[in-house]
């Protein structure tokens, strides 16, 4: 059964810092692995997909590597901003089935 | 339509009673998926669909809980006889395909069930 875990359960700082956001997976065996965003009350927010053959993705502030053989991923934001305050979900997908992480929360201080 | 929609955003209901949460998908997404948020517990899969059919149902928590899917859009999922243990944040998602390493699944805002 795949497993992940995500590290820090939650992070605060100051806007301008740079976040750093750590997921892990038990089953190397994926089809690719997709960070989301969570808003309080709201749905999920697809923010970047990695496939299982490729390192890494970036979307504006946004960057997501993955490192297949040893299970980690890692989701970096640059230069955060209160907006940036959210819970942000990794989950790695077997095909049809994606198993989440418990998340990582983060506020961002103005 | 331009997103994924479900239907009741918010639903309150006696301990016993049975209920039924809807989910219309992104028009042209063949994949539909069903996964349920607990407090405590993340996020766990239910139930996907491709086209009208469940090829795996394992997730369902209990033979209280059933879904279909018709027409190959709008899907619902009915919970009999709630439990305290169904209140849970029920969000629906749905894809294009599946078996593509690029799928982006696309979710719902969810439906909020509270059994009392």
């Known amino acids: 059964k795949q497993e992940v875990t995500q590290i820090p359960a939650a992070l605060s700082v100051p806007e301008g810092e740079n976040l750093v956001l750590n997921c892990s997976f038990t089953?190397?065996?994926?089809?690719?692995l997709q960070w989301f965003r969570q808003d309080p009350g709201k749905g999920l927010t697809s923010l970047l997909l990695?496939?299982?053959?490729?390192r890494e993705q970036t979307s504006g502030r946004l960057n997501a590597s993955l490192d297949k053989s040893s299970g980690r991923s890692t989701l970096y934001i640059a230069a955060s901003q209160p907006g940036d305050s959210a819970t942000y979900l990794c989950a790695v997908s077997n095909d049809y089935k994606l198993s989440f992480g418990a998340g990582t929360t983060v506020t961002v201080r103005a | 339509g331009a997103g994924v929609s479900q239907s009741p955003s918010n639903k309150v209901t006696e301990k016993g009673k049975d209920v039924e949460l809807r989910c219309d998908p992104i028009s042209g997404h063949t994949a539909l998926y069903w996964y349920r948020q607990s407090l405590g517990q993340g996020l766990e899969f239910l139930i996907y669909?491709?086209?009208?059919?469940?090829?795996?149902k394992s997730g369902l928590p209990s033979d209280r809980f059933s879904a279909e899917r018709t027409g190959g859009s709008v899907s619902t999922l009915t919970i009999q006889r709630t439990q305290q243990e169904d209140s849970a944040v029920y969000l629906c998602?749905?894809?294009?395909?599946?078996?593509?390493?690029?799928?982006?699944?696309?979710f719902g805002a969810g439906s909020r069930l509270t059994v009392l």
């Open positions: 089953d190397s065996a994926i089809y690719n």
């Open positions: 669909f491709q086209g009208n059919s469940a090829p795996d």
């Open positions: 998602a749905s894809s294009l395909a599946v078996g593509n390493r690029a799928n982006v699944l696309t």
């Open positions: 990695i496939q299982s053959s490729q």
